[in-house]
Every structure is written in C-alpha cells, then in structure tokens.
C-alpha cells in the first residue's frame, strides 16, 4: 500500500506552491515565483513517486490474482468430488479472465516520463520567460531572439502537457485495473463460499465490505481542467489512497479464508 503520508506531502507542496504565486502575482513578494515554482516541482516529484508505488501495487496484486485463480482451479479441476468438479467452468472462466488482465508498462517509466517532462517543460518556460522580458527590454527588439523564446515556451507547454497525459493514465490505471479485478474477486468469494460448503468447511466469511468506485476519467479531466489543476488533488487521493490502499487492505482480510479453502480442497485431495 501507498504510505498515507505522502498524499500529505503532495498536498503540503502544492498548496504551498498556490500560496506563493498569489503572493507573487500580488507583488508583496518579488522573489516569491521562484520559490512557488521550486515548491510546484517538487510537489510534482513527489506525485510521480506516488504512483510509481501505486502501479507497482497495481501489476503486483495482478500476478497475486493470476496465480490464486490458476491454484484454485488447478485444485478443483484434479478433485474427486463431483460437486467440487462442478465448479471447474466457473474457476476456468475466472482463469481466463484474470489472464487477460492488462499488463501495462513498468511502473518507472510513467514516474520517469512524469518527473522528467514537467522539470523540462517548467525549466523551458521559465528560461523562455526570462528571455522574452530581457529581449523586449532592449530597443528595437531582436525578432530571431523572441522567436527563439517564443519556440522554446512552446516546447515547455507541450513537456508539461505531456506530463498531465501521463499522470491522467496513470490514475486511469490504477482505478480501471482495480475495478476489473475487484469484478473477478468478487466471483472468486461466491466460488469460495460453495467450496467451503461443499468440503464441509462451515460458513467462510469472505466477503468484500469495500468496493472500489468505477470513476470516470473523461469527467475528472474536465474537472481537472475547470478548477485549473486543483481537482487533481481529490483525484489523487481517490483513486491511490481511498481506492487502492482500500481494496489491497481487504485483500489482506480475506487472504486467510481463501488460503484455508484453498487448503482444505488440497488436503481432500491427498
């Protein structure tokens, strides 16, 4: 799970990032951008290293679920039992599914995309702006030297542009991955339980009391972009530390009943 305290970081640097660039548009502190600016990059730095973890969580809950599906249905497949057998269409089609849960890019390329192009993208526009200043400052003005700057800003737009793509994805991930396992365990618990009566096990208690929210990405970009990035900071916390942390610590609840189930299939066996 992703340590709660890094949302607070996150959260810390980016208000603190706000706080001075009012202070900066009002005038009250002239070198006030410059520290924003350093304040907003890190805060940045911090949010990719945030979903390093929680893509990390994501393709390792993905290889748990994969080889729990395989064990279970390799277990009820070589049973005895008639009634257990009977379950081998459900435990295969689950296998199935599972198998085609995406395996997406290594976690380390989306952080390093996102660190990256925004330390790019935001050195390019403040060197860009600084030059545009200087450059109209002198008379008559050098029109090669502004259309440089002009370029060079622009390069940084889409660095930073390229840098939301990713962080966007990259929350589209972890909660659309989420929500499509969280679909498969849940009728891996309704087969679980029909094991358990059926080897005379006695009632499990496997049954999910969290469920991740189906969030909509095109809703929350169009969010993100209304409030000019600050939505960004619920998004964040929703889909990494609510959802996330949520369904991967009701996986560590449920894992004794599935593991006993599991287990007293394979002892019927031997």
């Known amino acids: 799970m992703v340590p709660r305290y890094l949302y607070f970081v996150y959260l810390a640097a980016y208000l603190v990032s706000l706080v001075i660039g009012i202070l900066a548009l009002t005038g009250i502190a002239p070198l006030a951008s410059v520290y924003g600016t350093c304040s907003s990059v890190f805060a940045h730095l911090v949010l990719a290293y945030i979903l390093y973890l929680a893509l990390s969580d994501v393709a390792e809950h993905r290889a748990w679920l994969i080889g729990l599906v395989r064990s279970l249905d390799e277990a009820v497949g070589g049973s005895s039992d008639e009634g257990v057998r009977a379950l081998s269409l459900t435990t295969g089609r689950l296998r199935s599914e599972a198998s085609r849960l995406p395996a997406r890019a290594k ?4 952080a390093a995309v996102i660190a990256s192009t925004n330390l790019a993208g935001t050195a390019l526009v403040l060197w860009a702006s600084s030059g545009v200043a200087r450059a109209a400052a002198t008379f008559p003005p050098n029109v090669e030297e502004l259309m440089l700057y002009a370029a060079a800003s622009l390069a940084g737009s889409a660095l930073l542009i390229v840098c939301l793509v990713f962080t966007v994805y990259a929350l589209h991930i972890v909660n659309g991955d989420l929500f499509r396992a969280e679909g498969i365990e849940e009728e891996l618990l309704v087969a679980v339980r029909e094991l358990a009566d059926g080897l005379g096990l006695g009632p499990v208690s496997a049954e999910r009391g969290f469920r991740v929210s189906k969030r909509s990405t095109a809703l929350y970009v169009v969010l993100t972009i209304v409030t000019l990035g600050y ?3 619920y998004w964040v916390y ?3 530390f609510k959802d996330l942390n949520g ?4 996986d560590e609840r449920l894992k004794p009943a599935i593991s006993g189930v599991l287990e007293g299939l394979q002892a019927a066996q031997g």
């Open 107 to 110: 976690p380390a390329i989306f």
């Open 231 to 233: 939505f960004m900071l």
């Open 238 to 240: 929703a889909a990494v």
């Open 247 to 250: 369904h991967l610590a009701e």
